[in-house]
């Protein structure tokens, strides 16, 4: 799961209502509890498996997945959930474009 806003804690107060909603309702079907704040951040954080922040952190991120993979080609993530608007979305795309993927390809 992923996205990208002007700074990290605009990308998760603007990602988490709709991850919670979306996987509370998914936990309900399978018997898990609906996530917290507190577990969201801990998959949210710079080591977690999140790919959740500002276009630096994400480039970072993405990196690191890179290496511990031996190297990546492409990089797909989820972005959609129910409380993210079409503007959300749409910002988190250009920024992807034109900040995140020059990032990645610098290095």
Do not use: C
């Amino acid at each position: 799961m992923g996205f990208v806003a002007d700074t990290t804690m605009k990308a998760k107060n603007i990602y988490f209502p709709g991850y919670q909603e979306m996987m509370g309702k998914i936990g309900k079907e399978r018997g898990w509890s609906t996530p917290t704040r507190e577990m969201f951040e801990v998959q949210a954080n710079p080591t977690g498996a999140y790919v959740i922040g500002n276009p630096e952190e994400v480039a970072e991120k993405i990196l690191r997945h890179s290496e511990a993979l031996g190297g990546i080609s492409r990089f797909t993530f989820q972005m959609d959930n129910p409380g993210l608007s079409k503007e959300d979305i749409f910002k988190a795309i250009e920024l992807i474009g034109t900040k995140v993927i020059p990032m990645v390809n610098q290095s």
